[in-house]
């Protein structure tokens, strides 16, 4: 194979850095590190020779595969020696006038015809590269660690970046076995850009006091598929980490309400509380392991009372198929009797409001997510409102769990966990969208990849429905009178007209 760049420098022989040298090398590429500290890029080709043998051993490559791997990293004693390099990496400090300073002297050593790249998170390609004599070869190749790992690379053009630099280095992403995918240069990209979604609304649901840190993670794990709560990703990726992305992004974004950061997190951020890595974040870790109270036990009750279900709840009828498997005895009145145990299964409203606009007694109403086929689901959601009777919440707990699945109860506040979440999620993605930051298609691609969610954002609103996802966001709206969730144009155009398709332009 003939690849696009024979010879690659990585300046910056951190993690990021010695993944990037990794996969340069393993594609037959030589890469050179380099890093201000002669050592560390001592110490990044060690642990890569190491690990090479290391894959020996356990058979996942052969020995001659290690030792021609091996050939090709070599580091740099100074930034004069990556003269001969047609590429440069940059996987440095996350500030931008170290990186500025970098590329301008890299600009007095490499020829005109070597591509610059950052391999920048957060900041912005046209303001690294405003200061460089030839700014149309400067371009953002942002790698996700761990890099093998991690099949994603963003390429993000700036302003003034030359449309066939965008192009090779998308091509050369490929040749180094990962998926590339386009993005203009804004605030984040796609991957930390669309990941707002999740964290944020996690915390604004806490800070309500509507559940906990643990049962926000079971709830988000059982009832709608994600890999890791958000707040067990958080304490691995460590607050260090994600929590100055999200102040960077809603600063960047001029205090946009959608991407709102939490005190929560400041607030343990100061208190050195940064996840796994030290001990303690959102749990407390013992030998690396979370310590998580168990859930409180199903209550027992003698004798369940007759259910009604009001007529405005979604999915109704797979609500009364569901009732009717766990044996419950159904009223079918047009309002229920004075003893029934009242059902109610609201998008974006919460159960209070529910129930005074449908004139239902509070004490007996009981509020279940419905936005996610419940066949599909480990984990059933209810939520009581301030004046729900213990008896009738301890009842429905009961009941929902008669065939062993397991039942969240939480408190009351506008809309579900899952349904404000994945609502947020599928919002902030239509945003993207809306503004050309990239296609639908790569959106998915990315988020996917780099964020590991169960399906891709847009994928997620077409399965859970436009129209469900937008009354959500409505009537959030309605009840907080809050712009941060205010729908997205471009899925508001969708939802309206009924699409069955949100990404049909992938």
Known sequence: MTHLFQSVA???????????AQIVAQSDCHAVLYDVQRAAADTARNNLLALWQGQVKKGRISAQDAERFATRVSVAG????????????EAIVER????????????????TSTVLASNTSSLSIA?????LAH????????FFNPV?????????????????VATRLFNFAQQLGHTAVMAKDSPGFIVNHAGRGYGTEALRVVSEGIADFATVDRILRDQAGFKMGPFELMDLTGLDVSQPVMESIYQQFYDEPRYRPSAIAAQRLAAGLTGRKVGEGFYRYLDGKAQVADEPPVPVVETLPPVWVSPRAARRVELLLLLKNLGA???TGQSPSPHALTLVAPLGFDVTTVAVVERLDPARTVGIDMLIDDATTKRRVLATNPATRSDMRDAAHALFARDGKA??????SGGFVTQRVVAHIVNIASDICQQGICSPGDLEKAVTLGLGYPQGPLAMGNLYGPTNVLEVLFNMQTVYGDTRYRPSPWLRRRGAIGLSLLHEEA
């Open 329 to 331: 005895q159904i009223e």
């Open 78 to 89: 100074d930034l004069a020696q990556l003269q001969p390099c047609e590429l440069v990496v």
């Open 135 to 142: 700014p149309e070869r400067f371009i953002g190749f942002h």
């Open 407 to 412: 039942v969240s109860v939480i408190r009351d």
């Open 96 to 111: 931008l006038d170290v990186k500025v300073s970098l590329f301008k002297q890299l600009e007095g050593i490499v020829p």
């Open 148 to 164: 093998a790992l991690m099949k994603v690379v963003e390429v993000i053009a700036g302003l003034r970046t030359a449309p066939e």
């Open 10 to 20: 990585i300046v910056g022989a951190g993690a990021m850095g010695q993944g990037i």
């Open 127 to 131: 303001a690294i590269g405003a200061g």
